[in-house]
Structures are given as C-alpha cells and as structure tokens.
C-alpha cells in the first residue's frame, strides 16, 4: 500500500513513501509479481490433441458399423447349398467343406467365389453410404463446435497461463449479475472485450480466478478491501471489469489521449491514475487523474489496499483526455465508486445510463463542458440515491438534455446541490419540491418554459435559487415567499410579468434579490421595508413605476441597480447610511427628481453612482459627491462638477450602465468556490 508523497509522479517507480515505513522503501507485501507467457504453451497441445481424438472417434464409429454389418450373424455369410447335399437344414459351413473333396479344387474356388460376391458386394456399397453421411457430418459438427468455440471461448496461446477457459466460464458466472451473456461473449462489444482482458491479461484478476474455493466457490479475499465493496475477491474482479469496460467503451474511435494507468494488469485499480498540476477542483495543485482512492480517515490517496481498507473511489478525468463513445451501463454497478467527474471530452455520446441509479455510494456527479451528442433525458433513478448530495452538467451548447417528467424521491433523499445550465429545456417537474435537503438549486442559462411552479415554495432548505436566463413567463409565484432559508433570488432574464409578490418581503435571509430583466409591473412592495438582510437589489429593465422610499430602510444595501424604470419622486435621506461597505448604484434612465440626499456628500465609501437620463437638479452635495465618488455619470445641467456627463439623448454616454453580471459575480467559472469572498453562494451563478 502506497500514500504519495509530494514527489510521487503516478507512474514508473513511485518516489513516495509507504505508510509505516520511515525510509521510504516499499513494503514486501506491496510487490506485485508481473505474469509471463511461458516458452511451450501446453494448453495449445491440448487442443490439438482434443481435435485428434474427435476425428479418430468418429473413424472408429464408421469401422464399427462395417464391421458389425459383416459379422452381425453367421447366417448373413453362410454359402448357397451345392446340388445334392441332401438335407438343406444341416448344411453348414462344416458339410460343405466335408463334401469338397469329392471336386476338383478349381471348381470349389469358383463355388466359393461365387457365395461371397453378392454379400460383399452390397456390404461394399452399405459402408459407403455410412461413410458418405457420417464423415461429412462429423466435419460439419467439428466445425460448428469451432465457430462456437471461437464465440464464447479464448485462444490459450493469447492469455496468461492457467486453465482459460475455467477461468472465462467462472468470470462470466460473476459478470452475468451485470452485463448479459450475449454482450459477454461478444469479443467486438466493449463488454467482451474487457473479460477476455480479465481472464487473459489481468494478472490481478487471473491470480483470483486461478484460485476459487472449490467448497464454497469463492475467490480470494482482497487484503482489506473497500468500504462499500467489502473485501470479496469476485467484488475486486466485478470493479475492474467495470472500469475495463469504461475504457473500452470510451476509447470506440481511438485511444485516450493519456491512458491513466488503465487496464494496466499489474497495478491494484486504485493506481489507476495519474498527477496533474492545474489550479482546480478538487485537489488544488495535486491533482490526481483517474481512479483515485483514499483512506476513509484523513484523506491521504493510497494506491491499493494492503495495509488499510479504501475508504472512497472517485473517478476523476477533468482533463482534456478524448474520451469518445457513450458511457457504458456497467459504470452504474460501480457501487464504491463516490465522485464522478467528466470535463472537456468533446466526443462523449449518448445519455447517461439508467443502471446510475445502483451506485449506492455515489455522493458527486459532476460532468462539465463535454460533446454535443452527449445528453438526454437524466435518469430518475438518480433521485432517488440517499447519499448523493450533488449533481452538476454544465455545457456550452449541443444536444438537449431534460429532467424525467416523474420520479420517486423519497424523504431519505440527501441531494443538497443541483446545477444544471446552458443545455435544458422543458419544464420544471413539480417532483423537484420534494428535495427537502437542497440548498442550491441552479438551473440558470437553460430553455426551461412554462410557469415557475408554485411548488418550488416547498424547498424549505434552498439557500440558493437561480433560475436565471430561461423562458418562463407568467407571474412570479407567491409560494416564494416561503422559503425560509433563502439567501440568493434570482429570476433575472426571463419574461415573467405581473408584480412583485408582497410575501418576498418575509424573506427576512435574504441577500441577493435579481428580477432584472423582465416584464414586470406596479411598485415595489412596503413589506420590503423587512429584507434587513438584503446587501444586493437588482430591478432593472422592468416597468416598475412609484417612488424608491421603501429603499431606507434597508440598512445593509451595498448595490442597488434600478436602471431603466419608470420610478419617481425623489431618493430618500437614509438611503446607504446604514452600511460601511462599498457602495454601488446605477438609478439611470428613470424620472427621479430632487436634489442628491445629503447624506451623500459624507460617503466616502459610495464608489459608483450612475444618475444620468433623470431630472436631478444641482446641489452643493453634487460637488462632495465628485470629490469622494471614484465613477460618476450624471446629466450635464444637474452636476457642473462631472468630468463625464450626459448632454442630450444622442450622447453615448447617457446610455452608461453598469453589468450587474460582473458586478455580481455572475460570470464566475462554476469550480470556483466564490467570486466574491465574503459571500459563498454568488458564485453559484457562474
């Protein structure tokens, strides 16, 4: 067993250190003694002498019947009866050499000859019927028996040595629980190939296989095992036939670009991998790729199990490594397997296989930025797995994937986050309500259409909600407002109108509210005046009208953008005061009036305020504002300071608005954990 050290490399001759060893040198039990194929192979004998003792078999059963047809009894061959003999009954074989003496020794040939013609004649023409039927029928057999051979046994002269074709019967036995017999068997099929790999070439699984029980039938116990798998060694044979078949499946058009240490047949599965060094998720700078185990405590990576049990599998290819063909259905039976995660292989196909949902101890899944032909429809079984807490597709563009209309989710479903963007469409199944554990649910960027349902109120725990950049339309529903936990809302981009239900304002959590964008109408809402948690308010680009003074009393807001509206009236006095935060405001292209509230003039921390495309009127307070504020936009005859202002409605620079996107942390890669670092959930968007 191995726990690298910083300067193993995952290939070669390891340069980490061993668990329990303080000189680094490998324990004895860790070595693997690599298989050979001997000189004289004798099982290529063997079959050679089986083939010769089937034709001299069937020689000897067509001799037999000639020669039971000669002597079958003597009364087939007895002579005819020479004139004279006197009584036809007593005349054998015996009387009629008695009577020969009494003739000429020509005469007695010529008689004899003539007896045995006819018999043997037609004898001759028996046999050589049989012959005609049975030889070409015995070639026939042979031959049909060889096609089969070929089908569903292994050359031993291409496998390690041992008894092949016990070992291929005993691993079909083990496999048939996952794949069938017919795939099995099949040596063109990804299935086919990964047994005749196990029986032939894996020295690992062969050393298994060779050495069943023969009273209880089982195979060697692995040394300690794996969490999920336990230590059975038909369990450690099923996993690597597994990931053989991922690599033969994936590989259909060519190899991988690296091949990760797969299907190598000396190393235990948990080396399987190889280091990268990139700046990501989930291991930083030591990034292992591949099959990568840990130690259920602490962590640390082992490369096999000899000295302590595999606490945890992830399958981790987040490189561009060329993975092309569709994923295989045996992958779902990968029962030890805890984290998938599948980014940049452009020629994925297919959906995802229904059998995901048998991973038992699946906690992650995480496929991002793959092909265009890789998607559909997502397997429902996969909600119904009770440790799995994440599930992640991300892409640019391509093939349409979909959430399955129904699904039995059950009250001991542990799902906390789902990400699903760019690659949607249809509609929102009212199923999604029963995830009671889900705190982020993002499926922004998609084509999802219809009404948000109502039920989405029930996710009592959803912190995060972003349902940003799809289709929906109608009203926003005011089943939101019960989300008792919510932390971030965000509809922005949609079609969505009507007003802004009153019940958001409970939503006394609530930190980021984004409506941006849609065709919403009326004022906002007094109940507003209760999001004293709210730091970020986004309503651009409605049809809101009414004044902005419910905007006092919320102490906390840090950005405010309100571009684009129909509000009125004037800002109100307390507006900002309560925060010592960055301060941030684009309230352009509205009808605000009124002078800027004083309280303006003493923020040194107001950043930016963009106000141009109003019917502010100039103060003494426009003069301290653009001593303190490090980007100003305003009209030219409200603010004689502005070194930037906006003079008339052809100029540019009356269009000025600030990217709630960048602003907001929306374009924030998704394996970052936060664009902005005091907040953990805005990244989320990205």
């Known amino acids: 067993m191995f726990i690298a050290g910083p300067d193993y490399t995952g290939r070669g001759i390891h340069t980490g250190y061993v668990s329990g060893s303080d000189d680094g040198n490998i324990d004895e039990g860790a070595v693997i003694i690599e298989g050979f194929l001997p000189e004289d192979d004798p099982s290529r004998r063997r079959r050679s002498r089986a083939e010769s003792t089937r034709e ?99 050359s031993d002269a291409d496998c390690l040595p041992g008894e092949v074709n016990v070992r291929f019967e005993l691993a079909k036995s083990i496999l ?36 069943q029980d023969p009273v209880s ?48 047949p000396d190393l235990h599965e948990c080396n399987w991998h190889k280091n990268y060094t990139r700046d990501n998720f989930p291991y930083g700078d ?26 945890s599998v992830t399958v981790n290819i987040r490189i561009v490594n060329d993975l092309n063909g ?43 930025f793959n092909g265009p032909n890789f998607g559909g429809k997502l397997p429902s079984s996969l909600f119904q797995l009770k440790n799995l807490k994440t599930i992640h597709i991300q892409s640019i563009s391509g093939k349409v994937w979909s959430l399955p209309t129904n699904a039995q989710v059950g009250d001991d479903t542990q799902l906390e986050r789902l990400v699903l963007r760019n690659i949607f469409a249809g509609a929102i199944p009212s199923w999604i309500a029963k995830l009671k554990q889900l705190q982020t649910l993002n499926l922004s960027m998609n084509n999802f259409q219809g009404a948000i349902p109502e039920a989405i109120g029930d996710l009592s725990s959803v912190k995060y909600l972003n349902l940003m950049g799809n289709n929906f339309t109608g009203a926003i529903p005011s089943s939101l407002g019960k989300l008792p936990a919510i932390e971030v809302l965000n509809l922005r981009n949609n079609a969505l109108q009507g007003e802004l239900p009153a019940s958001i304002g409970n939503l006394r959590t609530l930190q980021l509210l984004d409506v941006g964008s849609n065709e919403l109408t009326s004022t906002i809402p007094s109940s507003f005046a209760n999001l004293e948690s709210l730091k970020y308010l986004v309503l651009e680009s409605n049809r809101f009208n009414g004044t902005v003074d419910v905007l006092e009393s919320m102490k906390n807001l840090t950005i405010l953008l309100t571009r684009s509206n129909s509000f009125s009236g004037a800002l109100p006095d307390g507006l900002f005061s309560g925060t010592s935060d960055n301060v941030v405001a684009d309230i352009g292209d509205n009808k605000l009036t009124g002078e800027l509230p004083t309280s303006f003039a003493n923020m040194s921390n107001l950043v930016s305020l963009i106000g141009a495309k109003n019917s502010f009127a100039d103060s003494t ?12 936009v305003m009209d030219c005859d409200a603010c004689e300071c502005c070194e930037v202002c906006c003079d008339g409605e052809n100029d540019a620079v009356c269009d000025f608005q600030l990217d709630a996107h960048t602003l907001l942390g929306y374009d924030c890669g998704a394996w970052l954990k936060a664009c902005m670092k005091d907040e953990e959930y805005f990244a989320e968007a990205g």
Not at 332 to 351: F, V
């Open 217 to 264: 039938g089982n195979l060697p116990k692995q040394k300690h095992g794996f969490r999920l798998g336990g230590d059975a060694g038909a369990a450690q044979v099923i996993r690597r036939y597994i990931l053989a078949a991922f690599s033969y499946s994936t590989s259909k058009v060519s190899p991988w670009n690296d091949s990760l240490n797969f299907l190598s």
């Open 621 to 632: 307070t426009m003069k301290d504002v653009c001593d303190n504020t490090t980007l100003l």
């Open 286 to 311: 030591f990034d292992p790729v591949g099959v990568v185990c840990q130690i259920e405590l602490g962590g640390n990576i082992l490369l096999d199990d000899y000295q302590y049990p595999v606490g």
């Open 176 to 211: 048939s629980s996952i794949t069938s017999l017919d795939l099995l068997v099949d040596e063109s099929t990804p299935q086919g190939k990964a047994i005749r790999w196990i029986v032939c070439d894996d020295s690992i699984s062969v050393e298994l296989l060779e050495n």
């Open 326 to 368: 569709p994923l295989p259905p045996e992958i779902g039976y990968l029962i030890d397997c805890e984290s998938i995660g599948l980014e940049n292989h452009l020629r994925l196909t297919g959906p995802l296989p229904q059998t995901m949902g048998n991973m038992s101890g699946l906690f992650s899944l995480a496929l991002l």
């Open 56 to 154: 001299q078999r069937t020689r000897e059963h067509v001799q037999r019947l000639i020669d039971n047809a000669i002597t079958l009894d003597d009364s087939a061959v007895r002579p005819i009866p020479f004139e004279g003999d006197g009584d036809e009954e007593n005349n054998g074989l015996e009387g009629a050499q008695s009577n020969s003496s009494g003739r000429d020794d020509g005469e007695v040939g010529k008689s004899d000859n003539r007896c045995w013609v006819v018999p043997l004649l037609g004898l001759l023409i028996a046999a050589g019927i049989v012959l005609a039927i049975a030889l070409p029928l015995s070639m026939r057999g042979k031959s049909e028996n060889e096609a089969q051979d070929a089908k569903a046994s292994l």
